[in-house]
């Protein structure tokens, strides 16, 4: 019978300690195709989105965060700050054969210091309803009533920054 502590430590799915998770910002046409094609991956073949949506004019001046794997692209998001000086993350992906590793949190947690660097004091993000948790987890809170978008139920949430 394996102890505890061997069972812990032969998880498949968890990162090993020797494996370099590198979040950072999306520069070069080469690392914004590979968001946009994880982007589809996930939101458009995985989720059924449809194309016309999953790109928006937000793209254009967004920061965009990419999470690497060696040169793998596991993940992305993008933080868009608007005119009114609202901050919000969207666009949250993570390959489907890297959820669940803590990836999606690394690339929360850099949007969110991109944006105290920015002085922002507030972000909001409209969350998936099974990805309430995982925000839930990460200092959010819910600020609303669920609605659809994309054909998906969403909840408005929002996280108050400190610097």
Aim: hydrophobic share 40%; charged share 20%.
């Amino acid at each position: 019978m394996k102890s505890k502590s061997s069972q812990q430590t032969s998880n498949p799915k968890r990162l090993n300690r020797m494996t370099i998770l590198r979040v950072k910002q999306a520069t070069t046409a080469d690392e914004i195709a590979d968001i946009n094609n994880l982007r589809a991956a996930v939101f458009i073949r995985e989720q059924g989105v449809p194309p016309n949506i999953e790109s928006d004019d937000f793209d254009a001046i967004a920061y965009h965060a990419i999470a690497l794997l060696s040169k793998t692209t596991v993940g992305t998001g993008r933080l868009v700050i608007t005119e009114d000086g609202t901050t919000s993350i969207g666009r949250m992906a993570v390959d489907i054969s890297h959820r669940r590793v803590g990836i999606g949190r690394q690339v929360l947690l850099f949007l969110e210091f991109y944006a105290i660097d920015l002085g922002s004091t507030l972000i909001t993000l409209h969350a998936q309803s099974q990805a309430v948790d995982f925000y839930l987890k990460n200092g959010y809170l819910v600020h609303g009533e669920s609605f659809l978008e994309a054909g998906i139920e969403h909840v408005p949430m929002r996280k108050y920054l400190s610097g």
